[in-house]
């Protein structure tokens, strides 16, 4: 500082005590200040940088700066310092806060956060830097960030269980995300055969060898067995040293593994498999690692829980819909047999009906119930009298009356049935004509389902074809395929009896 006064001016008095107050408050701060002089010197150096560095003041004073930064911080402050001797006022270089690279006396880097300052006494050019440690507000940020990617992580978990029943897509997402937060040389979800009471591998990456991916473990064997076994998460720090517990899984045999984690997979107090992320080399998780995995085994036994609940109920759906079907066709037997000179007439019509709708282009939806309504299109006739049904024969006026009730009591008989309604086309319908002159209820043109338009062709044809009660000879083929043609436009559509005729084997 200038001193201009006599030694007895009051202002040295005051200037000595503001100077020794100055130099307490740089010495008692939080921040790290370190002063330099224009040749890059130390000259000043408080007793909180000492502490973040790890010298003491003699240890770095009259030092080059260079002994507590990087080299590339450190030719920042060297561009720095150039410029202050060119006389700039403001650097080009460094501007208000910046993140800088201090190096400890050990040797360790980290990350400050530094103000610098340029400041001017007795004619010569100082730089101030005020230094503050983000280490652990830098480690905090990571650890943020880890979190919410995280929970990110969690949320597409949660989207790809709750969006899809295919498991093999649901676990190759999870498996992927995993990977993708948590690292791991190689990761696998087993699931439980419970017929065969072991655990075969579902789905997983990183593994070098078929052999391990084909792998079946039982309860207890192996990290992956003895997870579910013990019911908590298995830690391998070092297989070298644990061989005798974990070598006698088949996914450790020629894989390469080091270390690992396995967790169980539980859900409702079932076990369904299990978990593991394998490393190739030595890996120790903290206690967040750790957390995040066994947290993912949640939505993991979800997504197995759900799709074994709904393969469950697919196959008592296929059970259910096997043993309706199988009804069917012992009530269209019984039909058959009820009537001697027609058996074998269901299951032949059946067989023509899908054929045809097949060549029409019909969805294999649609057939399913074109197939159902082809068995069952007698199924009014239980409501016919035996005198009716089998009377040897042309039919009088009354009988004809009686007769026709058929498709109104098989539509009666079966409305009330919800699995049978969509099949309901054919036993209501397949009387009526395309001009509109059939019965019950006189429908016309493309009124008339066309499954019912379908199988009055088929029925007609196979009428024609065998003997009846009312009619013993057969109609040789020439002949009913020139009905066909009369009768299109009539009794038929068209564009049916056309497609029919085009069908080889008739």
């Given at each position: 500082?200038?001193?201009?006064?006599?030694?007895?001016?009051?202002?040295?008095?005051?200037?000595?005590?503001?100077?020794?107050?100055?130099?307490?408050?740089?010495?008692?701060?939080?921040?790290?200040?370190?002063?330099?002089?224009?040749?890059?010197?130390?000259?000043?150096?408080?007793?909180?940088?000492?502490?973040?560095?790890?010298?003491?003041?003699?240890?770095?004073?009259?030092?080059?700066?260079?002994?507590?930064?990087?080299?590339?911080?450190?030719?920042?402050?060297?561009?720095?310092?150039?410029?202050?001797?060119?006389?700039?006022?403001?650097?080009?270089?460094?501007?208000?806060?910046?993140?800088?690279?201090?190096?400890?006396?050990?040797?360790?880097?980290?990350?400050?956060?530094?103000?610098?300052?340029?400041?001017?006494?007795?004619?010569?050019?100082?730089?101030?830097?005020?230094?503050?440690?983000?280490?652990?507000?830098?480690?905090?940020?990571?650890?943020?960030?880890?979190?919410?990617?995280?929970?990110?992580?969690?949320?597409?978990?949660?989207?790809?269980?709750?969006?899809?029943?295919?498991?093999?897509?649901?676990?190759?997402?999870?498996?992927?995300?995993?990977?993708?937060?948590?690292?791991?040389?190689?990761?696998?979800?087993?699931?439980?055969?419970?017929?065969?009471?072991?655990?075969?591998?579902?789905?997983?990456?990183?593994?070098?060898?078929?052999?391990?991916?084909?792998?079946?473990?039982?309860?207890?064997?192996?990290?992956?067995?003895?997870?579910?076994?013990?019911?908590?998460?298995?830690?391998?720090?070092?297989?070298?040293?644990?061989?005798?517990?974990?070598?006698?899984?088949?996914?450790?045999?020629?894989?390469?593994?080091?270390?690992?984690?396995?967790?169980?997979?539980?859900?409702?107090?079932?076990?369904?498999?299990?978990?593991?992320?394998?490393?190739?080399?030595?890996?120790?998780?903290?206690?967040?690692?750790?957390?995040?995995?066994?947290?993912?085994?949640?939505?993991?036994?979800?997504?197995?829980?759900?799709?074994?609940?709904?393969?469950?109920?697919?196959?008592?759906?296929?059970?259910?819909?096997?043993?309706?079907?199988?009804?069917?066709?012992?009530?269209?037997?019984?039909?058959?047999?009820?009537?001697?000179?027609?058996?074998?007439?269901?299951?032949?019509?059946?067989?023509?009906?899908?054929?045809?709708?097949?060549?029409?282009?019909?969805?294999?939806?649609?057939?399913?119930?074109?197939?159902?309504?082809?068995?069952?299109?007698?199924?009014?006739?239980?409501?016919?009298?035996?005198?009716?049904?089998?009377?040897?024969?042309?039919?009088?006026?009354?009988?004809?009356?009686?007769?026709?009730?058929?498709?109104?009591?098989?539509?009666?008989?079966?409305?009330?049935?919800?699995?049978?309604?969509?099949?309901?086309?054919?036993?209501?319908?397949?009387?009526?004509?395309?001009?509109?002159?059939?019965?019950?209820?006189?429908?016309?043109?493309?009124?008339?389902?066309?499954?019912?338009?379908?199988?009055?062709?088929?029925?007609?044809?196979?009428a024609l074809k065998h003997r009846r009660p009312y009619r013993k000879s057969v109609w040789p083929t020439k002949k009913v395929l020139s009905h066909f043609a009369r009768e299109r436009g009539h009794?038929?559509?068209?564009?049916?009896?056309?497609?029919?005729?085009e069908l080889s084997d008739l």
């Amino acid at each position: 500082m200038p001193n201009n006064q006599a030694d007895d001016s009051p202002w040295v008095d005051s200037q000595a005590r503001f100077d020794a107050l100055l130099w307490t408050f740089v010495n008692v701060t939080s921040e790290a200040i370190v002063v330099i002089d224009d040749r890059q010197r130390i000259v000043l150096f408080n007793q909180a940088a000492q502490a973040v560095f790890g010298y003491s003041e003699l240890d770095v004073l009259g030092r080059p700066l260079d002994c507590l930064l990087t080299s590339d911080t450190a030719q920042l402050h060297k561009a720095l310092v150039e410029d202050f001797k060119l006389g700039n006022q403001e650097t080009r270089y460094m501007a208000g806060r910046r993140l800088i690279f201090g190096m400890k006396r050990d040797g360790e880097l980290f990350p400050a956060e530094a103000s610098i300052t340029k400041v001017e006494m007795n004619g010569r050019c100082y730089m101030a830097a005020v230094l503050r440690d983000v280490s652990e507000r830098q480690k905090a940020d990571v650890r943020h960030a880890a979190q919410v990617r995280r929970l990110a992580t969690l949320r597409s978990i949660d989207l790809a269980v709750a969006g899809s029943l295919d498991l093999r897509l649901t676990l190759n997402v999870i498996v992927d995300q995993i990977q993708r937060n948590l690292g791991g040389d190689a990761i696998c979800v087993c699931t439980l055969n419970r017929e065969s009471a072991h655990f075969e591998f579902a789905t997983g990456t990183g593994f070098h060898h078929v052999t391990s991916q084909n792998a079946s473990l039982k309860f207890g064997q192996g990290a992956l067995g003895l997870s579910v076994s013990e019911q908590r998460t298995i830690v391998i720090h070092d297989l070298d040293h644990e061989a005798s517990r974990f070598r006698p899984s088949p996914i450790f045999g020629s894989e390469g593994f080091v270390s690992g984690y396995a967790c169980p997979l539980m859900a409702k107090g079932r076990v369904l498999g299990s978990l593991g992320v394998f490393f190739r080399s030595e890996f120790v998780a903290d206690d967040e690692w750790v957390s995040f995995l066994e947290g993912l085994c949640g939505p993991i036994a979800v997504a197995l829980d759900d799709a074994m609940m709904f393969e469950q109920v697919q196959h008592a759906n296929f059970a259910l819909i096997k043993a309706y079907d199988a009804t069917i066709e012992g009530w269209s037997r019984a039909l058959d047999l009820r009537d001697k000179e027609t058996e074998g007439h269901s299951l032949r019509v059946t067989e023509l009906t899908v054929r045809l709708a097949r060549a029409l282009g019909l969805s294999e939806h649609d057939i399913v119930h074109i197939r159902r309504g082809a068995l069952l299109h007698d199924i009014g006739k239980m409501g016919i009298p035996d005198h009716v049904l089998l009377k040897a024969g042309p039919l009088t006026e009354d009988e004809w009356l009686i007769m026709r009730k058929h498709p109104t009591f098989a539509y009666e008989m079966l409305s009330p049935i919800d699995y049978l309604r969509p099949a309901l086309d054919i036993p209501y319908c397949h009387h009526e004509k395309w001009d509109g002159s059939g019965y019950p209820r006189g429908l016309k043109g493309e009124q008339i389902p066309i499954a019912a338009r379908i199988f009055a062709i088929v029925d007609v044809w196979d009428a024609l074809k065998h003997r009846r009660p009312y009619r013993k000879s057969v109609w040789p083929t020439k002949k009913v395929l020139s009905h066909f043609a009369r009768e299109r436009g009539h009794h038929f559509d068209p564009q049916v009896v056309d497609t029919f005729l085009e069908l080889s084997d008739l």
